[in-house]
């Protein structure tokens, strides 16, 4: 990792823009809707440590090189962080392509080094982020107390959150009607942790951008993964990095049973055919069944 992202809180907080033109109005358009006080800066004031004083970042634009270096010296002395436009080296940070789900906020950066790969990749990524996600975000927030207060144990409590990612009170933020997630969610909580185990069958040979978006949900979802040796590695590390890891031949009809008995989300990757005897075994245990295979190329 040659940088190190990092997000900065903006409610209450003052961020400054220095210079004039299409790139500090870009920057100033990433800002539209926060909470922070945006301070705009032109002419000697750019050149006084004193207009960029208790300023959480600072952003210097503009053709003029006299200009950048005297913006960004005026607000390192005030202990500002700048990020001079498109002068890497000028810079204390680097601004990323953002994808803004008002409390879900995402950034994709390369150093400086390719905005332009930085900005292919955001768009790549944003088909995969919902309008909504911001909503569910502010739903769990609101009930962040309570959720610690009524599962103590962390490992409960995150098991309670992930279902709840993917229950009818999160399908109502999505949609917008946040007084019926709420009261979906109390409800939820108010019956506790009990999951019903389930097995997923995720096509993983490859390569990854063929993957359904319920795909790709699962594995962010799942408890516990067997993936094939033959399975693509980025298909592989789509799963949560605290994910309990089978190796294939533990994968085995009774511990899958096992395993989704004790309420666990249970992801196979496979890289061959299914086999159609562990199939029929989970079928005989009542246990839920899911074959997400990629889709169609092209």
Do not use: C, W
């Amino acid at each position: 990792m040659d940088s190190f992202p990092a997000y900065f809180p903006l409610a209450g907080r003052k961020v400054v823009i220095a210079g004039r033109g299409e790139a500090a109005e870009a920057k100033a358009r990433l800002f539209d809707g926060s909470p922070a006080a945006l301070v705009r800066l032109d002419g000697p004031a750019a050149f006084l440590p004193g207009s960029y004083v208790g300023a959480v970042l600072a952003f210097v634009a503009g053709e003029d090189e006299v200009f950048l270096q005297a913006a960004a010296q005026a607000a390192r002395a005030a202990r500002v962080l700048v990020n001079v436009v498109d002068k890497p080296a000028m810079s204390d940070f680097n601004t990323p392509a953002v994808i803004d789900r008002g409390e879900v906020v995402a950034a994709i950066g390369t150093g400086g080094a390719a905005p332009v790969l930085a900005t292919k990749l955001r768009n790549d990524i944003e088909a995969q982020v919902p309008e909504g996600a911001g909503r569910v975000a502010a739903l769990l927030r609101r009930f962040q107390d309570e959720v610690r207060g009524a599962l103590p144990a962390l490992h409960e409590r995150r098991a309670f959150l992930r279902d709840a990612l993917a229950g009818e009170a999160a399908q109502a933020a999505m949609a917008g009607d946040m007084e019926t997630a709420g009261r979906l969610f109390r409800e939820a909580l108010a019956k506790g942790v009990g999951r019903e185990g389930k097995v997923r069958f995720i096509a993983g040979k490859g390569p990854s951008d063929l993957l359904t978006l319920r795909a790709v949900r699962a594995l962010g979802a799942a408890d516990v993964l067997a993936a094939d040796e033959e399975a693509d590695p980025e298909i592989v590390r789509m799963a949560r990095r605290d994910v309990h890891r089978l190796a294939p031949g533990e994968a085995t009809a009774e511990r899958l049973i096992a395993l989704t008995q004790d309420g666990k989300q249970v992801v196979r990757l496979v890289a061959a055919p299914i086999d159609p005897a562990v199939i029929q075994a989970l079928a005989a245990a009542s246990v839920p069944v899911e074959v997400l295979m990629a889709a169609p190329a092209g």
